[in-house]
């Protein structure tokens, strides 16, 4: 070992040994509840090392100075999802996802990249996810990737393939990017299709705001049929999740604090989210925070206030709904159901729609492998799990896979890609179909 790796594992153990939530690291018991709830655990056959209660052994051990946090145990947390599945079956309540965060974040400030990997970082991590207009160039690149002809052909040449099978399979899947001219005509306000129920402030997002803008029109769309006025901040940002999971604490804080100080003008009940992984980290801005006096009642204020837009619509209701006939399923967002403690809201929205056969599928609450950039880092791990997913959607027999994320939407579209199964089954955000199904619903009603 070279003096220069001698001396970052030496700084790693004492801000460890500074840094780690110790009572936490204690708070496990090793009872083994979270064994089954684990998808690497369950995916490496039974590995002690891939589990929750592994893991935090591992990182005691560190504190405690009995092993080096070595290149395998920098691998075993990079592997770890990050899904919180333990969490909601943990008797101790053991909050596994902040011990998890912290010690990539210490793991990520001593590590050294190679130049590519670093360039990569920097430039969506600092560049590109803080700053909205940025990522609306990027977005209109895009845009004029897919309607300038390249695309077809990148495709028929099979240049995709450069980047590897996995990754020419989520360029498959990537939804139709709204033009630039589209993206320059967002909202601010919202009014209430009659008597108002709810004020509500949306969280627009990034991603949400440019790839998936459908999505979040959508939205806007059926807070306004739930009757319920709405503002959009038009001085929010990313909220700093794929930071926060990344190893990039100090950016998500930054990011967190000028979402803070968007939303504390004006006056409403709820900050509505409609992407499990951003509300995960938006509810918890005030664990992100803890540490600073002044900003942490501010954040807990803000965090009190956030709410799926699944809940909202079930609370405040929605028109009749109506689609073809088919069968649906529902993939959980591992954030939305173990983090907001969000699952039936969603359920019952489904099983509400007139024409639908709601099937529930084995294992709906297991992560599909998306966990953000999980499937570009982890590929084969990523694409073990999701093929085991599509296992259990293939036995609902639906035709439509619904989901409540960006990255478990693209996910599941790349195992219907996977499948074979384009032609004959798809995969949506909530949002979307119940947005189609009102629609539809509004026809029917005409027509009669």
Known sequence: MSVEESKRKTQIVQDFQSKMDYDELLNCMRCGFCLPSCPTYIETGGNEAASPRGRIALMKAVVDGKMEPDKDFEDQLSLCLGCRACEPA????????????????????????????????????????????????????????????????ARATNMTRIAGKNMSTMEKVLPAIPSPSKMKNRPERIEAESAVKKKVAFFSGCLMDTMFMETNDATLYLLKKANCEVVIPQTQNCCGALHAHSGEKDTAKELAKKNIEAFE?????????????????????????KDEPEWKERAKAFSDKVMDITEILYDAGLPDMELDPQIVTYQDSCHLRNVMRTAAAPRKLLQSIK?????????????????????????????QILDHKMANVEKTEAATIVTANPGCLLQMKAGVEREGKRDSMRAVHIVDLLAEAVKYGEKSLQKA
Not at 125 to 149: A, E, I
Request: hydrophobic content about 35%; charged content about 25%.
């Open 265 to 289: 003008e004006g006056d409403f009940d709820y900050i509505i989210s409609n992407a499990g992984g951003c509300g995960a980290l938006l509810v918890e801005y005030d664990y992100l925070l």
């Open 355 to 383: 024409g639908v056969t709601y099937m529930e599928m084995k294992e709906a609450d297991q992560c599909c492998g998306s966990a953000g950039t999980y499937n570009i880092i982890e590929q084969e791990m990523s694409m």
């Open 90 to 153: 943990c008797p101790s309540g053991v909050k596994y996802g902040h011990l998890l965060e912290e010690a990539r974040d210490i793991l990520q400030a001593k590590k050294k990249h190679s130049l590519p990997v670093k360039f990569v970082r920097r430039f969506f991590f600092d560049q590109v996810f803080p700053h909205q207009n940025r990522m609306r160039t990027l977005n209109s690149l895009m845009w004029f990737y897919q309607k300038s002809g390249v695309q077809k052909l």
